[in-house]
């Protein structure tokens, strides 16, 4: 009898520590859980602040200026989390997409690039595929021969991305991703994009095709040199300050040709010019004169402008989203006098109008 008492009560004291061990591991569970939550819900909230403007509020791609699809499940079965945090970190130089990373000069910190990323995975609805890593054993050669015959029209002649579709020869993002990547996403596109897949062309003709993107990675050329200038501040807000007034001819009532602002430039006229792209944008490059009006800091910003008619003027590399944006929103605010330089940065660095830039101060 004392046996069965002693056994019994071990048996009573091991019940007790598995409840307690169980309940403790479920307390750490929703700890965990409330914690992820709170983290996908902090990256949807700066989603929404840094990259809807392009992406889509949904992230479903394609709501300015050809954006990647980031919720597309065929691209996030293959997207890496270090290859999201590496393209939103890094951008990719020579298209629109920012760097948005302090180190590079953009807004966001690694808590708030790592919350984006989380909450672009918790959009994924399949695992995660494990590429094959094997390098390409194809010929360059014959694989442009198939690019100009599938792939120019809607990529470029170099991969550099048009109208219609993203750059696929950028150093940045040929640098995050292995052949495999490059392979899966040829064969069997994105489904619900404008990108078909090309299975039936053969893994030997994908394999060239891999072959030639890798051998035509598309550095854009340097702008034309330009003058340094310090961080900008109030007392020099205002371009030409004592200079007469513009006569611009807009475009559909909102748009001002570039060269009609490089003149006015020239004349020394009177005028404000805001640079709407992230701020590691301006920093590395922007229009003589202009300042970081970063489209989404409107609300921190628009008192400081001057609300005496002077013209208002705002551009981007998109050419339209981010500066329309911004237009809409200061006329929104009573700023009449306001225009998008119509064809945006790139037309003025390809034109070499006069340009500035200033250095990148690290975060702390």
Do not use: K
Not at 65 to 79: K, M, R, T, Y
Not at 193 to 213: E, H, K, N, Y
């Amino acid at each position: 009898m004392l046996l069965v008492l002693v056994l019994g009560a071990a048996s009573l004291t091991s019940c007790r520590r598995a409840r307690a061990s169980w309940h403790r591991r479920t307390a750490l569970g929703r700890a965990e859980a409330a914690v992820a939550v709170a983290r996908i819900n902090r990256g949807r909230a700066d989603y929404l602040r840094y990259c809807a403007l392009c992406h889509g509020r949904e992230a479903q791609g394609y709501a300015a200026d050809h954006a990647n699809a980031l919720g597309n499940q065929d691209f996030l079965a293959i997207a890496s989390s270090a290859f999201l945090r590496g393209a939103i970190a890094s951008g990719r130089p020579g298209t629109p997409m920012s760097a948005w990373s302090q180190r590079r000069g953009g807004p966001l910190d690694d808590r708030q690039i790592n919350g984006i990323v989380a909450y672009l995975r918790s959009l994924a609805r399949r695992p995660l595929l494990a590429v094959s890593a094997r390098p390409s054993a194809g010929d360059p050669v014959a694989g442009q021969r198939v690019w100009t015959e599938r792939c120019v029209t809607c990529h470029g002649a170099r991969g550099q991305g048009s109208a219609i579709a993203t750059s696929v020869t950028s150093p940045e993002f040929l640098r995050s991703v292995r052949d495999g990547y490059l392979r899966h996403t040829i064969t069997h596109g994105r489904a619900g994009t404008p990108m078909a897949g090309f299975a039936q062309l053969g893994s030997r003709a994908i394999d060239d095709l891999v072959a030639f993107i890798r051998s035509a990675e598309h550095v854009p050329g340097p702008p034309p040199p330009p003058t340094y200038e310090p961080p900008p501040g109030l007392d020099r807000l205002v371009i030409n300050p004592t200079g007469r007034p513009p006569e611009f001819r807009l475009r559909e009532g909102r748009f001002v040709p570039a060269d009609q602002v490089a003149q006015a430039l020239a004349q020394g006229r009177r005028m404000v010019i805001l640079d709407a792209r992230a701020t590691s944008d301006w920093s590395t490059g922007h229009i003589a004169g202009a300042l970081p009006f970063p489209f989404y800091n409107i609300d921190q910003m628009a008192g400081q402008l001057p609300h005496d008619g002077t013209w208002i003027l705002a551009y981007c590399a998109c050419p339209h989203a981010a500066s329309g944006h911004v237009v809409d929103e200061l006329r929104r605010r009573d700023f009449p006098h306001t225009a998008v330089i119509d064809e945006g940065w790139s037309y003025w660095t390809a034109h070499h109008l006069p340009t500035a830039h200033a250095a990148i101060v690290p975060a702390p």
